[in-house]
Nanobody, 115 residues
Framework: QVQFVESGGGLVQPGGSLTLSCAAS????????MAWYRQAPGKQRDLVAQ???????NYAAAVKGRFTISRDNAKNTVYLRMNSLKPEDTAVYYC?????????WGQGTQVTVSS
């Protein structure tokens, strides 16, 4: 059973930065595409950024140029560096494979951007 544990969320002012981390429970992580998703209150869960095994990346239009996804296969961890945060970035952030496996969703980490 694969588990993902997200961390690093918090309250930040507009324009601020955060780095999220996602730790995987098994080394299967090293060979699969990974992604960050987010879900704002009352909205569906959306793809934010994805990264292949070869570290090719792709971003949602709303975060392109502000967010950076990366991975450290030796640590079974994927990161999301978020800069120039906006109130509309407020959401619960999740990591999962890409495409996502329903049974792999974790608890997520809350990011709140507010002054």
């Amino acid at each position: 059973q694969v588990q993902f544990v997200e961390s690093g969320g918090g309250l930040v002012q507009p324009g601020g930065s955060l780095t999220l981390s996602c730790a995987a429970s098994r080394t299967i992580f090293n060979s699969i595409p990974m992604a960050w998703y987010r879900q704002a209150p009352g909205k569906q869960r959306d793809l934010v950024a994805q990264i292949t095994r070869e570290t090719n990346t792709n971003y949602a239009a709303a975060v392109k140029g502000r967010f950076t996804i990366s991975r450290d296969n030796a640590k079974n961890t994927v990161y999301l560096r978020m800069n120039s945060l906006k109130p509309e970035d407020t959401a619960v952030y999740y990591c999962n494979t890409h495409p996502p496996v329903p049974n792999y969703w974790g608890q997520g980490t809350q990011v709140t951007v507010s002054s």
